[in-house]
């Protein structure tokens, strides 16, 4: 369902910015989300793009640009409905020395760590999302803890685009005011939306009709490589269709509190197939 740019449905984030952590805390545990623009280097962001998209054949590129640019050339090597099965770049690219070293670097750690203001530890299942021009292929609106429902609720998820990732080109996007898990207004408001009984867990792709039931528009900005952004485990989000050029890839990543128990199925490298 086409959702129209205009500010009934789209409001543009405000960056945060951690040098006050506390305001940040507050912000972020209030409205669930809490946008960090250019916490990381760029240049580490795109070595990981570059690294990703060399383990492709080149017909994916449009003729004349880098892996590192990562430009669809709109020939697939695999069907994006085959994304991170057993061959797919994808799932070696997340067992690889580099994307372990990126994912585990220090400073998102104490990132996690001051805004939870407890030790935190990364969990093991850290997907590749990669989407393709023009595909329809984007994640339906849902909250993060219907997924790692089996262990505790203090986590923190962070995504992370590895390269530019335009309002066109599929970013990130949250249902501002629904980060209330407990709220049964929201709950009642939800219950409107029939799920399939095969997977109960998404509760929609149609964003439009969300923002309606809601009222609420969703936030979004266009992201660029080295840009950050948290969220707690019960904001409702999605991603927007990849209607462009450059291929949209991105990493989610959860700290959980190393007090509590960890839903078991995060514990292992991410798959396309594993079902979470
Ligand atoms: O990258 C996406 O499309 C979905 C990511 C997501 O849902 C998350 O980070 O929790």
């Not at 803890?145 to 990732?165: A, E, H, M």
């Amino acid at each position: 369902m086409p959702i129209p740019f205009t500010p009934e449905y789209f409001e543009q984030m405000t960056p945060g910015d951690i040098s006050d952590i506390e305001s940040m805390r507050k912000r972020f545990f209030s409205e669930g989300y809490l946008y960090l623009p250019g916490f990381l280097d760029k240049q580490d962001v795109f070595d990981v793009r570059e690294e990703y998209f060399k383990m492709f054949d080149p017909v994916i590129f449009r003729q004349g640009t880098s892996p590192r640019q990562g430009l669809f050339s709109g020939k697939f090597q695999f069907s994006p409905y085959r994304h991170g099965l057993p061959g797919h770049p994808a799932s070696q690219f997340v067992a690889s020395p580099v994307f372990d070293q990126f994912t585990r670097s220090e400073k998102l750690q104490q990132l996690a760590q001051s805004l939870m203001q407890e030790e935190v530890s990364l969990l093991q299942r850290r997907p590749i999302r990669h989407f393709y021009d023009n595909t329809g292929v984007a994640s339906c609106a849902h909250a993060d803890f219907t997924y790692l429902n089996q262990g505790t609720q203090k986590v923190l998820s962070i995504w992370i685009p590895l390269g530019d990732v335009p309002l066109e080109g599929g970013g990130l996007v949250y249902l501002k005011g629904t980060n209330d898990a407990d709220s049964d207004a929201l709950r009642i408001k939800l219950n409107k939306f029939k799920r399939p009984d095969k997977d109960e867990r998404p509760i929609t792709a149609d964003l439009k009709a969300l923002a309606d039931t809601t009222g609420t528009p969703w936030m979004y900005t266009d992201y660029k490589a080295g840009d950050v952004i948290l969220h707690t485990p019960f904001i409702i989000h999605a991603s927007l269709d990849c209607n462009h050029e450059l291929m949209r890839l991105s990493t989610d990543i959860r700290f959980a509190s190393v007090k509590e128990d960890h839903d078991p199925r995060w514990a292992s490298n991410w798959r396309g197939d594993d079902g979470y």
